[in-house]
């Protein structure tokens, strides 16, 4: 056989959750839980033979036995063989598999099958492939193996666990040169975490890419699942212009047409469409060897994947006119013009309210609102509150800039939705004021105040919260151009928390992070884009809130007669998340906002969740359960049997960390 210059790639590895009521049997058993696999080599003889050897552990690093004979759980093991020819850019899989449907039969990238596995002991493996390289494979070519593995702990009383692992090498013994590596994983994991398909097992886009390439098709329509374009059309199926049209984009009778990236945002009415947050996937600083491709290898393939009513042979749609292949597409989009909403790549997917201060266009002028101080904050009285309105940039932004600003007060932090602010306040635990020309005071620097015209309660015990809402004036990027949009700018809510009793400050517990939900958002913006914190969000998303007000003015019909339905912020974001379960469960959510219009979730699917609390288990039984087990006098007893808690080394049987794992 010939040498093998190895670059392994980092395996991707899920770990069991916690134990649930194990026997000490198994769990004084060799490699309880848990999986790794790291391949350790790969050749190609002569003759075409592949080989890879291979090591599979547990997560402390203790050999497994794939057999299960002498470590708990029986491990499956696949293996896939692939190359990049040294002319090319995308894979090409030795292993292959016949998928046959109602668009025909395909010979499509997968697994090999039939091999033969030897133990060499220790964990580690050698696997002789069935499939053989054609003799005239290219031994200077980089060749990667791709392994995945699922370890079945489900009767031990664990969470079945999966390992991913990829290795590229050159078959003459070569260094790797000629890689393809565009999007990182952990990029995926923001939104996904972890990336997991086809059951869990397949958690690497290095794996990936082995398979979905331009040699694989799935089988019900025909259409190519090449990752560049599969992975775009999901992401922006909803506005795909065939989808817009009336068509569908599906894979394998699964319909993917209502999905929407988090991170995009939507058409403005201007018919521009407003940007697309490219570098959430393509990240530029995941390390990801070709993380600029993106923006300068242009394709046919790629670019016609959302932007599928383009004929680049005919030149349909496509101001550039025919394009016979890829050689030109650079010359017009290259990676970043003078000006957004050009042809280039960067520009041309710009997202408008993304340009201000330290952009790629610095075109907006940036707000931010910041709360210094609250006097006059105590039981009775009517709290003053003090603010400093800048651009992006820190100047003092004059108040007649803003085009509104609204005050908001919420409290005791204890948990909302429970306080009075008087008579004539219909929210539900919390009031607003708009401000004006008329009720705000600032000085040259743009430091301001403003006294709310309702007292906090006679009888208001502990601490307090005040936060804004409002948004600049609108301002126009490149007036009178063709491509000219306009912006409207909204602050970042901050909140001040303030003692209405003397007693010392207790701030709001949080519970969700705004980082977390930019982790898929990148900058959550709700009701027009002006709350943008979820500590804003809880204050009127209480425990007291529903739609009961707005569905009485539904523009819908019969959504008027429905009942109210609750829009407390743990159940509503947990309904909208899980929205795609809900009708399998009997249950619907939509939800009436305060100008009528519907808000249907139940086609919502959130890639990283699977169920969670009440808010998902939506069916009879399970609220039926949770009504239950909670009693005015006594609470909720959730924590009796759903605690993730550890008591004598035993944890409760229906630990929410242990049915809500995944694998």
């Excluded at 303030?498 to 705004?514: E, H, I, K, M, Y």
Aim: hydrophobic fraction near 30%; charged fraction near 10%; include cysteine.
């Amino acid at each position: 056989m010939v040498g093998a210059s190895k670059t392994p790639n980092a395996n991707n590895a899920k770990t069991a959750g916690p134990k649930s009521q194990i026997t000490d049997t198994v769990l004084s058993f060799p490699g309880a839980s848990g999986l790794n696999i790291a391949i350790n080599s790969a050749s190609i003889a002569t003759n075409g033979t592949i080989t890879a050897t291979y090591t599979v552990t547990d997560p402390s690093g203790l050999p497994l036995d794939i057999t299960g004979a002498t470590t708990t759980g029986v491990i499956s093991i696949s293996l896939v063989a692939a190359y990049i020819p040294n002319n090319g850019e995308q894979y090409t899989a030795y292993t292959t598999k016949v998928s046959s449907g109602t668009a025909g039969s395909f010979t499509n990238a997968g697994p090999d099958s039939g091999g033969t596995t030897t133990s060499l002991g220790n964990g580690k493996y050698t696997y002789v492939f069935k499939t053989l390289a054609p003799t005239t494979f290219d031994p200077t070519a980089t060749h990667t193996i791709g392994i995945y593995g699922k370890r079945t702990l489900a009767q031990y009383g664990f969470p079945n666990a999966m390992a991913t692992a990829t290795f590229n090498f050159v078959p003459n013994g070569s260094p790797v040169t000629h890689v393809r590596d565009i999007v990182e994983t952990a990029a995926c994991n923001q939104c996904h975490d972890e990336l997991s398909h086809h059951g869990g097992q397949r958690r690497q886009v290095a794996l990936c890419i082995l398979c979905h390439q331009p040699q694989s098709h799935e089988e019900t329509v025909g259409n190519t699942v090449d990752f560049k374009v599969m992975i775009h059309k999901l992401h922006d199926a909803w506005q795909l212009p065939s989808v817009v049209a009336g068509g569908t984009y599906s894979l394998s009778g699964t319909n993917y047409s209502a999905i929407v990236f988090p991170a995009s945002v939507q058409a403005s009415d201007n018919g521009f469409t407003r940007g697309f947050r490219c570098t959430v996937c393509h990240s530029q600083t995941s390390g990801a060897a070709q993380a600029n491709y993106y923006a300068t290898k242009p394709t046919a393939a790629t670019c016609g994947s959302c932007h599928d009513n383009l004929n680049f042979s005919t030149g349909l749609n496509h101001p550039g006119g025919p394009q016979p292949d890829d050689t030109q597409c650079a010359s017009c989009h290259t990676p970043q013009g003078e000006l957004p909403f050009d042809a280039s790549i960067i520009g041309a997917h710009a997202v408008p309210e993304d340009l201000g201060p330290g952009s790629a266009y610095p075109l907006l002028g940036g707000i931010q609102i910041t709360l210094n101080s609250v006097t006059n904050g105590l039981a009775g009285k009517a709290p003053t509150v003090n603010f400093t309105i800048q651009d992006g940039s820190g100047n003092p932004l004059p108040y007649s800039q803003m085009s509104s600003l609204t005050f908001i007060m919420a409290g005791p932090t204890t948990d909302y939705g429970n306080t009075s602010f008087g008579s004539d306040v219909t929210t539900p635990g919390y009031v607003t004021e708009n401000t004006s020309a008329s009720n705000v005071s600032c000085s040259t620097a743009s430091v301001c105040t403003y006294t709310f015209t309702h007292a906090l309660p006679a009888n208001a015990k502990g601490s307090y919260a005040i936060s804004f809402y409002g948004s600049r004036l609108a301002e126009t990027l490149l007036p009178g151009d063709t491509t000219q949009q306009i912006v409207t700018e909204s602050p970042m809510n901050n909140l001040i928390y303030f003692s209405a009793d003397g007693t010392p400050v207790v701030n709001r517990r949080t519970v969700v992070a705004v980082a977390n939900c930019n982790g898929c958002h990148v900058s959550l913006e709700t009701h027009g884009g002006a709350r943008k914190n979820t500590q804003l969000c809880i204050m009127c998303h209480n425990p007291s809130a529903t739609d009961a007000t707005a569905r009485a003015g539904a523009l819908v019909a019969t959504q008027k007669a429905l009942p109210a339905l609750g829009i407390n912020m743990n159940l509503m974001v947990h309904r909208i998340h899980d929205g795609g379960t809900l009708a399998a469960q009997g249950s619907s959510y939509t939800v009436i906002d305060n100008t009528g219009n519907s808000h249907d979730y139940t086609k919502t699917w959130y890639p990283g969740f699977d169920a969670s609390g009440k808010g998902c288990h939506a069916d009879q039984t399970s609220s039926g359960h949770a009504q239950v087990m909670t009693s005015a006098n006594q609470g909720e007893t959730c924590n009796a049997c759903h605690s993730s808690a550890t008591v004598n080394s035993i944890t409760p049987p229906f630990a929410v960390s242990t049915v809500h794992a995944l694998y």
